[in-house]
């Protein structure tokens, strides 16, 4: 069966440290991967996704940038962080039917991100 | 540009039905979803519909699609006091990539 890892859970960090959070995924080949940001109290927001192996395409400019160094490990990073950066970083995944991308994602359990 | 609405708070009694709505503005997204995240973890998808269906049920969970207004509803039945949670309802950024455009999440309440 698929399943998606996320780490670390909870991370406090200060204000102009890097940041790296991990995802991978296990019993599938080829996905498509996410990164969501989720702000308190508001929605999700699509922050990056990956089609394959060194390709991620960024939805909105921002502080953070993403990397996929292997099929299955997707990862989101900054140089610098920023009050702002602090939310629930979500990984996602997303299920082919044939050629057919859809809509029907796999969340990981989440990186709660706290900017002091 | 798109967009998708969903009231922020619903309040109902354990056994009540619940009934949590959502307008969107993207009319050619192929399938419409819902997503449902418990305290401190990530979403799972409860349930999808294809955009030429107007229901679609799946034993406690009743979808209602209203293409022409772009309204869509999730109905929960006797509902529980495990069904508290946020309710996401999203739609298709772009076809066949998987993006997807959510709502801001419906906070559902579960008084027993």
């Known amino acids: 069966s698929q399943t998606i890892h996320q780490w670390p859970a909870t991370l406090v960090q200060p204000v102009g440290s890097p940041l790296s959070l991990e995802c991978t995924v296990e019993?599938?080949?080829?996905?498509?991967l996410y990164w969501y940001r989720q702000a308190a109290g508001r929605g999700l927001q699509l922050l990056f996704y990956?089609?394959?192996?060194?390709?991620i395409s960024s939805e909105v400019p921002q502080n953070l940038s993403a990397s996929r160094p292997q099929d299955r490990q997707f990862i989101l990073s900054s140089k610098k962080l920023l009050l702002s950066d602090s939310g629930f970083y979500l990984c996602?995944?997303?299920?082919?039917?044939?050629?057919?991308?859809?809509?029907?994602?796999?969340f990981g359990e989440g990186s709660r991100l706290t900017v002091l | 540009g798109e967009d998708v609405e969903q009231s922020l708070f619903l309040s109902v009694r354990e056994g009540d039905s619940s009934v949590i709505n959502c307008t969107y503005t993207?009319?050619?997204?192929?399938?419409l979803y819902w997503y449902k995240q418990e305290p401190g973890a990530g979403l799972q998808l409860l349930t999808y519909?294809?955009?030429?269906?107007d229901m679609k049920q799946d034993q406690r969970l009743t979808v209602l699609l209203n293409k022409k207004d772009k309204h869509l509803s999730l109905r929960i039945a006797d509902t529980q006091t495990g069904d508290s949670a946020i309710y996401f309802c999203?739609?298709?950024?772009?076809?066949?990539?998987?993006?997807?455009?959510f709502g801001q999440g419906t906070t559902l309440q579960v008084k027993p």
């Open positions: 996602a995944w997303s299920v082919h039917r044939g050629s057919i991308v859809t809509g029907e994602l796999f």
């Open positions: 019993g599938t080949s080829n996905p498509n």
């Open positions: 990956s089609v394959g192996i060194g390709q």
């Open positions: 993207d009319s050619s997204s192929t399938y």
């Open positions: 519909i294809f955009s030429n269906m």
């Open positions: 999203a739609e298709e950024g772009s076809s066949n990539t998987g993006k997807l455009i």
